[in-house]
């Protein structure tokens, strides 16, 4: 059985906008969730167009998300370079998404063993 999703829904089942601020200690793992609820959200409005994935995703995930956003290289171009942008083909969804992965996920906290 899938799992629900963990990140509460705001109004008309949209995600409620990606919070940076509430514990940086956690954000990695908050931000594989908020994912995770987002992309239960696009797959169940059937939204298959990668330009209009990337639209929600930068307007569900809020304005702090956005500027983040904004600040960031191109993804292709962090990877590798042109000599690797032909390997390497993403729409906009899949570079957006990558993008944000790419700067969140390496703040996940993992407990010293």
């Not at 954000?27 to 995770?36: A, D, H, I, L």
């Not at 000599?83 to 703040?107: I, M, Q």
């Amino acid at each position: 059985m899938a799992r629900a999703p963990v990140v509460p829904l705001g109004e008309g089942g949209v995600p409620q906008p990606f919070d940076v601020q509430v514990s940086v200690h956690d954000v990695g793992m908050r931000w594989k969730k908020w994912v995770r609820s987002f992309t239960s959200f696009v797959d169940g409005r059937r939204v298959v167009i990668p330009q209009g994935k990337c639209i929600l995703l930068l307007g569900c995930a809020g304005t702090a998300v956005q500027d983040i956003f904004d600040t960031l290289p191109d993804v292709v171009q962090s990877v590798g370079g042109e000599s690797n942008a032909a390997s390497l083909v993403l729409d906009d969804y899949g570079r957006a998404l990558l993008t944000l992965n790419n700067y969140f996920t390496p703040r996940v906290h993992t407990p010293y063993e």
